[in-house]
């Protein structure tokens, strides 16, 4: 497997550029946004870590770049900023996954091993399950044509479950997309969540998408 590190910060580079090497993989560093993207372009990666506080060409206007040219090498996003606004902007930029500097080198290694299993899930700008639509640039989403008022959270949860469609999403895994990475899965706030959803999603039409899997956690899809 040969991963691409675009991170500015030489230490942080080197550590990530040992670690996976030990790990099997093949790696190039570029220090870069102008030479991360050149080698995005050229290098036939299976992953790309990306930093998106990079100087000059940041990380986003790169990821933007890749995707807008139908480039869609699956991209790990790594930020100091763990903000949900900057994750959700990762994901709708066509990101994998996004991950909050510091971290555990275990954690990024199970996230590169999860994102290399299923292979690139870069989506369009409109995303459709059924009647169910997101537009992920102009922040909407609808149903049998009827606009759904949602809010920033609401937003990001659905879009989430459409990118990632016919998959069970564990509580853990929807925190840490939608909420602080370190959110105590024990709390109802996930589940609360889901049931507002439903209730905008839903309520008011025959085919229900958003499931609960006992156990597991949440899937939406049309099944």
Request: proline share 4%.
């Amino acid at each position: 497997m040969r991963v691409l590190i675009v991170e500015d910060e030489p230490k942080a580079a080197t550590y990530l550029r040992k670690g996976l090497t030990e790990n099997g993989y093949v790696v190039d560093v570029a220090d870069t946004g102008e030479d991360g993207l050149h080698l995005a372009r050229t290098g036939g990666y299976d992953l790309i870590i990306l930093d998106v506080m990079l100087p000059g060409l940041d990380g986003w206007e790169v990821l933007r770049r890749l995707r807008a040219e139908g480039n869609e090498t699956p991209v790990l996003c790594l930020s100091a900023r763990g903000e949900v606004e900057d994750r959700v902007r990762g994901l709708e930029l066509g990101a994998d996954d996004y991950l909050a500097k510091p971290f555990a080198f275990s954690e990024l290694l199970a996230r590169m091993r999860s994102i290399l299993r299923r292979g690139p899930v870069w989506h369009p700008e409109v995303l459709r399950v059924a009647d169910l639509e997101v537009d992920l640039v102009r922040h909407r989403a609808s149903r049998a044509g009827k606009r759904l008022d949602l809010t920033p959270k609401e937003f990001a949860l659905l879009s989430l479950l459409m990118r990632r469609r016919g998959e069970v999403l564990s509580r853990t895994v929807i925190a840490e997309q939608v909420w602080d990475l370190h959110f105590d899965s024990d709390t109802n706030v996930v589940d609360v969540a889901i049931r507002r959803l439903r209730r905008k999603v839903d309520d008011e039409f025959p085919v229900k998408l958003i499931r609960t899997v006992r156990g597991l956690g949440y899937v939406l899809d049309d099944a």
